[in-house]
């Protein structure tokens, strides 16, 4: 049987791994960063409504250019950020916010071209940096995930990259970013700053988005998703804003069509019911807090989060605590710094599994 070293792949992506989280059948996933809760009655009859609606004309290409779809984002957007005053024109849209952040390094990175992010950040960044064929530069975040401005800016001033890339909420770290230190980034910055906001809705409040920034500033990109608090993982629907000239760079490299009438559809009609998907944002919020309030009293290290999930530690062998979790149905992510691992915010039930289990598995740890 013909091997993969058999092939005449690339040098570049010999001996590298393909991404991806652990999918396994168990009573507790609580290691993708899900909303664990589905979409009501109501809104599965409405998108299977929707589908229903384009199913008949399947035989037909999509609107290639997503149009309603976009104008449907920017009006969220505008509600989400008051004030932000953005159109459909400043919006673009692709499957999932990995899509958008390949489509954005193949317009603005490439061959000869720079990368830079914060680690430890979405491990996905410096691996869409290097399938572009664009090189990947770590500055490193600080010991608490923080990132202190002067020391971003001396970053971006000597490695002077095409594109950096800023996380807030971070992932894995669930830290959020103060608009100063992007602002800094932005001023230091030759080429594009690319602002990963997939968690922007779990943010505590007070917390502002990157978005307030986009008015002046026409090298900003900010990412958003409908993978997580929307609930709709499975629509796989990412979008940015940025200003039109950025969208105009994208159709360079898009590929056509590349949205089907179902994605469009569905996503269009869960923007409708915005109100309900996001109904469980609140007490996925206060589950967080209080799973951290909790690791705390443990005695666990745990990193401030504005997202939903949460980074604690730490363990001298994180893979006995992870596999000891999973022996007991209860499946969390090995990820980020050595000797952390990372939970997701689940229901209460499953939340009150995640503490039975992680006790039992650090106390067998021992």
Do not use: C
């Not at 010999?14 to 960063?33: F, H, I, K, M, S």
């Not at 499957?95 to 990368?115: P, V």
């Amino acid at each position: 049987m013909t091997s993969l070293s058999d092939l005449p792949i690339r040098d570049d992506l010999r001996g590298r791994e393909p991404y991806g989280a652990p999918q396994l059948d168990v009573p507790v996933a609580l290691n993708t960063n899900e909303n664990p809760y589905p979409p009501s009655e109501p809104l599965v009859k409405a998108l299977g409504d929707a589908v229903m609606d384009v199913a008949g004309s399947l035989n037909r290409y999509p609107d290639r250019d997503a149009v309603a779809l976009r104008d449907g984002l920017a009006a969220f957007l505008n509600s989400d950020t008051p004030g932000v005053g953005l159109t459909g024109r400043q919006v673009w849209a692709a499957n999932g916010s990995n899509e958008i952040i390949q489509q954005i390094l193949q317009a603005f990175g490439g061959h000869g071209r720079t990368a830079l992010g914060f680690e430890p950040s979405y491990s996905m960044h410096p691996i869409i940096t290097g399938v572009t064929g664009t090189r990947w530069v770590n500055a490193f975040r600080d010991e608490d995930f923080g990132l202190e401005h002067e020391a971003a800016v001396r970053a971006v001033r000597e490695h002077r990259p095409d594109v950096v890339f800023l996380t807030s909420p971070n992932n894995p770290t669930g830290t959020a970013l103060p608009l100063a230190a992007i602002e800094a980034v932005l001023e230091a910055a030759p080429g594009m700053v690319v602002v990963d906001e997939a968690y922007a809705e779990f943010r505590r409040e007070g917390t502002p988005s990157a978005l307030t920034l986009l008015d002046g500033h026409p090298r900003l990109i900010v990412t958003r998703t409908m993978s997580k608090a929307f609930a709709m993982a499975g629509t796989r629907l990412g979008y940015l804003a940025a200003d039109p000239a950025v969208i105009d760079a994208l159709l360079l490299v898009r590929l056509p069509y590349h949205l089907s009438a179902v994605t469009q559809a569905v996503a269009r009609t869960a923007l409708a019911h915005a109100d309900d998907l996001l109904g469980s944002v609140d007490a996925l919020r206060r589950e967080r807090d209080e799973i951290v309030e909790w690791l705390r009293a443990e005695g666990f290290r745990v990193a401030d989060s504005d997202a939903n999930f949460v980074l604690f530690g730490t363990f001298p062998d994180r893979r006995r605590v992870w596999q000891g979790m999973l022996d007991l149905g209860v499946l969390i992510r090995e990820v980020g710094p050595p000797e952390w691992l990372r939970v997701s915010v689940g229901t209460p039930a499953e939340m009150d599994a995640f503490k039975n289990a992680l006790r039992t598995a650090t106390k067998e740890s021992k």
